[in-house]
């Protein structure tokens, strides 16, 4: 069944599996947003006089029957049907009879899908916010419980300067919240409604866009029904440089900790249950799980790129490759949300090295200490780096590099003003 076919028509097998693709699959993600705006567009129609008040009843109690259905696992697009708009019209239609078919009066399959998209979009980045708040508030706890505990800091993969597990947590807890700016960004525009812009020109039909826009709790419309079309491929893209800004925040994050588990630093460590071993040398304990996290988010962060390519100088008007955004799109959105889960678990259940900075190795690790401590002599701070510096070359510098630090400053070691991070992010929530 299409929902375009005529009567006495039909099209080649070949260039249906073509076209259709992978589309049935990642309808299946659609269903429920599809009877939505089904319902609202029927709702709708019975107030612009297109259905009656009996017919539009049936439909919308069909219809909430079909949701009822999806919400439970029992929705499948069957063979032969082309998409979900198709498969919940027939089922419509077969529930409810000739009320059924009038449910596509004054939209196009094309803004069908694109309020499908939006709902499923919106859903998807509240659903990712509410992920990334929860890891937010893991390494906050985790800054806080580990603040005392030191570990070196590292510029060009050397040591740089005494840093601190209360640092390390909270720095990418601080991530998260510019993150999250671009998340907001993405669902502000991804709650606009492209319903009643039909193929992307409008329609004779008397449609009440602001009452399917109420209904479907839309921020507002994507007014401009040519731009609603438009919009197709350019909110998947905004969406996608959301995520993937998540995606390099947990990057990053991995790699640290898959360097801090290696016996060459050993910083941290974790329960055997979550590590993996090797298959000749017993002494293996593989990070396994972080390097996949940095894998699989390195490749969500190709998402906007692929996206672009996909779109890039396509004229105004629907075109067929906006159905590709789905299988580029869809995947990652949900190994995003795994990435975040695997590192939460990760993270809870981290054991941190005591006494690090006591190795030997570590103690120009205190080099700007002892500068500072030289300055706050009266010694100008040139003067100060240079007889350090002189010190460090000739074996001279006997700093005591055990000593007790005294960092501050707001961001420091002994300020990590964690409050203030916890602030950032209470105004970025409020954006959503």
């Not at 032969?80 to 089922?91: A, P």
């Not at 510029?155 to 999250?180: C, K, V």
Request: charge should be negative; hydrophobic fraction near 40%; aromatic fraction near 8%.
């Amino acid at each position: 069944m299409k929902l375009w076919q005529k009567d006495n028509s039909s099209v080649n097998q070949l260039i249906e599996k073509f076209t259709v693709g992978r589309d049935k699959e990642f309808d299946l993600l659609l269903a429920q947003y599809d009877v939505q705006g089904s319902i609202a567009h029927v709702k709708m129609l019975k107030e612009v006089g297109l259905m009656n008040e009996k017919d539009a009843a049936e439909a919308v109690k069909g219809l909430e029957g079909i949701l009822e259905d999806i919400l439970n696992s029992k929705f499948t697009i069957e063979e032969g049907i082309e998409d979900v708009h198709s498969q919940v019209e027939y089922l419509l239609t077969q529930r409810i009879g000739e009320a059924g078919k009038k449910i596509h009066s004054g939209r196009s399959r094309n803004d069908q899908v694109a309020v499908d998209l939006k709902l499923y979009l919106r859903a998807e980045v509240l659903a990712i916010k509410d992920e990334v708040k929860a890891l937010f508030d893991l390494l906050l706890s985790q800054s806080e419980k580990f603040k005392d505990k030191l570990l070196p800091g590292y510029t060009h993969l050397q040591i740089a300067m005494p840093s601190s597990f209360g640092l390390w947590f909270g720095a990418y807890a601080e991530s998260l919240t510019d993150d999250m700016e671009l998340l907001a960004a993405a669902y502000h525009v991804a709650n606009k409604n492209p319903l009643g812009s039909g193929a992307g020109y409008g329609s004779s039909f008397p449609l009440n866009r602001n009452l399917t826009t109420e209904l479907l709790q839309f921020g507002s419309l994507n007014y401009n029904s040519v731009y609603a079309q438009m919009s197709r491929g350019k909110t998947e893209k905004i969406v996608a440089i959301g995520i993937s800004s998540v995606a390099a925040t947990l990057s990053k994050l991995a790699m640290d900790a898959c360097l801090y588990i290696n016996q060459n630093f050993g910083f941290i460590s974790f329960p055997n249950e979550l590590t993996t071993g090797s298959s000749i040398m017993p002494h293996k304990k593989n990070p396994d799980v972080f390097e996949l996290i940095r894998g699989k988010c390195n490749r969500i962060q190709s998402t906007p790129n692929e996206l672009t390519l996909l779109i890039n100088n396509l004229p105004s008007g629907y075109h067929r490759e906006m159905q590709l955004t789905k299988e580029i799109l869809f995947p990652a959105i949900e190994e995003l949300k795994a990435c975040i889960q695997m590192t939460k678990l990760m993270l809870s259940n981290i054991s941190i090295k005591e006494n690090i900075l006591d190795d030997e190795k570590y103690r120009y690790l205190f080099s700007v200490e002892a500068v500072n401590e030289l300055v706050n002599k009266g010694v100008s701070f040139r003067d100060a780096y240079r007889q350090v510096g002189n010190d460090i070359e000739q074996g001279k510098f006997n700093f005591d590099y055990k000593k007790q630090l005294h960092h501050i400053h707001e961001g420091s070691i002994g300020n990590l003003s964690n409050d203030g991070i916890v602030a950032e992010m209470q105004k970025v929530l409020q954006k959503f």
